[in-house]
Structures are given as C-alpha cells and as structure tokens.
C-alpha cells in the first residue's frame, strides 16, 4: 500500500489566517482524499482532489475556505483559510489503494485555532 | 443520502471475543469497510467485504449481511492493544462511490 507524508503533524494558528497542509505519496494515484475529523468524532470527507482538475468539494465545504491543489500525481495541498476556532480539528489526507485494499491516511495535522 | 450507526462503547476483557456492530441505510451500496483508529494516530484499513459473508484476517473477520444492511467486525483474543476505535464506512454509489464514515465504536479492553 502507498505511504504518504503529511505535514505539518500540528499547528496552532490564529484566527484570520490559513494554514496550509501538504502530503506527499510515495506513488503516483489518480484521487487523493481529505477529510476532517474532529475531537471524538467521525471523519467527514471535505473534498475529492484528481490531478489536472478542480477538486470536488462536499455538501458545506466551499473552495474558498478549503482550496485545494493537485499539481501532479504525488502531491496535494489544503488550505484551511481565515480560520476561526470552529476549524480547530485533524485534517487527513487519504489514497485509495484499490477496492480492496481501502483507504491509506496521512498521519494527519492536528489543528488549533485561538 | 446515507446513514451509519454503530454502538458507541463496547469493554471486553483481555482473550475474550468482541462483536461491533454496524447497521447501514444507502441507496447505492458497494461494500463496507472497517478501520481502526488508536487515538492520536490515523485509521488503519481492516478489512473490505463487498459479497455477503465473512471474511477472516488472523484474529480479525468481518461479515457482511447485503440484504440487511448489516455488518461487523470480530476481533478474537483481545490483546490490550486492541484498544483503540473502530470505523464501519460504507462505499456508496450516490456518494461518488467515496466511503461514508460511520459515527464508530470505541473498545476498551481490560486487563
């Protein structure tokens, strides 16, 4: 399966600013996945990142506060913009490894907003 | 739209066998997979099951049940490491065959 890079594994921001999260894969894969996950709960996705295409966001995520990059095969970038505490949360970056084989994730950056 | 539901605790003790449940609503379902996710740290892929039955992985299986939208996952002769929550996520069609998270089990194991 695929290893992926993620960083960085933490930050603590203040609110206004933007953060932006970088992973890299140790493969070339057509989708790359982020998602949020928030203190105890579940993992929602944000977005769906293709490379040479504009990421496809889901219902109540917007491009302008999580723009996303995918400028080739390896690479992708979140940017969390003007961040309130409501963002304040761990951000995960994921591959697909094959319908078998699920999902791969980042290690994840974990994210305080003040 | 898609709907997930799992316990949200189950405590077992060290050797015994622990079944998590997970019951599921889509209109277009593909498979269910399960991840474990230790806290701080990120899911880790179990196993996938996208035809009805069980599939087995060392002390791990995981079984499916299309026509109930049912599934879950096993794990036998729990180690304390074991500890650690539990992701039923369903692979939906309607969601751009992209996985649906479920709200997930957490599972302490006892000494």
Redesign the interface.
Request: aromatic share 30%.
């Given at each position: 399966s695929a290893v992926i890079s993620q960083k960085p594994s933490r930050d603590i921001c203040q609110r206004g600013t933007s953060l932006t999260i970088q992973c890299q894969v140790d493969s070339q894969v057509t989708m790359m996945f982020w998602y949020r996950q928030q203190p105890g709960q579940s993992l929602t996705l944000i977005a769906t990142a293709n490379q040479g295409s504009e990421a496809t966001y889901e219902s109540g995520f917007v491009i302008d506060k999580f723009p996303i990059s995918r400028p080739n095969l390896t690479f992708s970038t979140l940017t969390v913009s003007n961040m309130s505490p409501e963002d304040s949360s761990i951000y995960l970056c994921s591959v697909e490894g094959g319908p078998s084989y699920g999902y791969t994730f980042g290690s994840g950056t974990r994210l305080t907003v003040v | 739209g898609q709907s997930l539901e799992q316990p949200s605790e189950v405590t077992a003790v060290e050797g015994a066998i622990v079944q998590m449940n997970c019951t599921y609503q889509t209109s277009g379902f593909?498979?269910l997979?399960w991840?474990q996710q230790h806290d701080g740290?990120?899911?880790?892929?179990?196993?996938?099951n996208?035809l009805d039955g069980l599939e087995e992985t060392g002390r791990f299986s995981s079984f499916l049940s299309r026509s109930d939208s049912y599934g879950y996952l096993l794990l036998q002769e729990l180690q304390m490491k074991d500890s650690a929550s539990y992701?039923c996520a369903v692979?939906d069609q309607d969601y751009?065959q992209?996985?649906?998270?479920?709200?997930?089990t957490r599972l302490s194991v006892l000494p």
């Open positions: - | 593909y498979g997979s991840y740290g990120a899911p880790t892929f179990l196993s996938y996208a992701f692979r751009g992209n996985f649906v998270f479920g709200p997930g």
